[in-house]
C-alpha cells in the first residue's frame, strides 16, 4: 500500500514538473519579441508566472512529503528503502535542474522585457506627451483670460458694470457674452 501511494506521488511530482517545464518554455517564447504571439504578451506572461508559482509551490509540498515518507521508511528498516532514496534522488535531479534553469533564464528574460518597456525613447515620448499637455493647458488658460478681459473691458464701455438687474441690461450683458463666445470659439461662457 505505501509503495503504490509512494508511486502516484512521484507521478503526480514527475507530471507537475513536466508542466512547469512546458510552462516555462512557453513563457519564453511569449517573452522574446520575435517570439509566438497567441495573446497579448502582457497578459499571457503574467497568467504563466502564476501558473508557474502555484505549481512551484505544489511541486516543492509534494518533494517535501516524498522525503518525509522515504525517511520513515529508512527509520523503519523497510526492505528496498536505500533503492527509493536513490530513486527519489534521481527524479528530483532530473526535474528540479531543468525547471530552475528554465525560470532564471525565463527570470532574464522578463526583466529585460520589462527594461525595454522603460526605455530612452519610451520615456522621451511620455516626456513629449506631457509638454504638449502643458502647453495646450497654458494656450487654454491664456484663451479664458483674454476672453474674460474682453467681456469686461466691453461691459465697461457700455457702462454695465455693476452688472444691471433690469431686463434691458440683462440683454445687453448676454449680446456682449454672445458676441465673446463667437470671437473666442468659446464653449462656455
Do not use: H
Not at 46 to 70: E, P, Y
Not at 73 to 86: E, T
Not at 115 to 137: D, G, H, M, P, T
Amino acid at each position: 500500500m505505501r509503495q503504490s501511494s509512494l508511486k502516484g506521488t512521484f507521478i503526480t511530482a514527475l507530471t507537475i514538473g513536466i508542466v512547469l517545464s512546458i510552462s516555462l518554455s512557453l513563457q519564453l517564447l511569449l517573452g522574446t519579441p520575435k517570439g509566438l504571439k497567441l495573446l497579448p504578451s502582457g497578459i499571457t506572461l503574467f497568467a504563466l508566472i502564476t501558473i508557474n508559482t502555484l505549481l512551484t509551490a505544489v511541486f516543492l509540498l509534494l518533494i517535501g512529503r516524498i522525503i518525509v515518507k522515504l525517511w520513515m521508511q529508512k527509520k523503519q528498516g523497510l526492505p528496498g528503502s536505500s533503492f527509493s532514496v536513490k530513486l527519489v534522488a534521481s527524479v528530483l535531479l532530473t526535474t528540479t535542474i531543468p525547471a530552475l534553469l528554465l525560470f532564471f533564464i525565463s527570470a532574464g528574460f522578463i526583466s529585460k522585457s520589462i527594461e525595454l518597456w522603460f526605455s530612452e525613447r519610451r520615456e522621451q515620448a511620455i516626456k513629449n506627451a506631457v509638454e504638449v499637455a502643458k502647453e495646450y493647458a497654458s494656450l487654454l488658460e491664456n484663451n479664458a483670460r483674454l476672453l474674460c478681459s474682453s467681456v469686461i473691458s466691453d461691459l465697461e464701455k457700455e457702462k454695465l458694470l455693476p452688472l444691471p438687474k433690469d431686463k434691458e441690461g440683462y440683454c445687453k450683458v448676454k449680446w456682449i457674452l454672445n458676441k465673446n463666445k463667437k470671437l473666442f470659439g468659446a464653449k462656455i461662457v
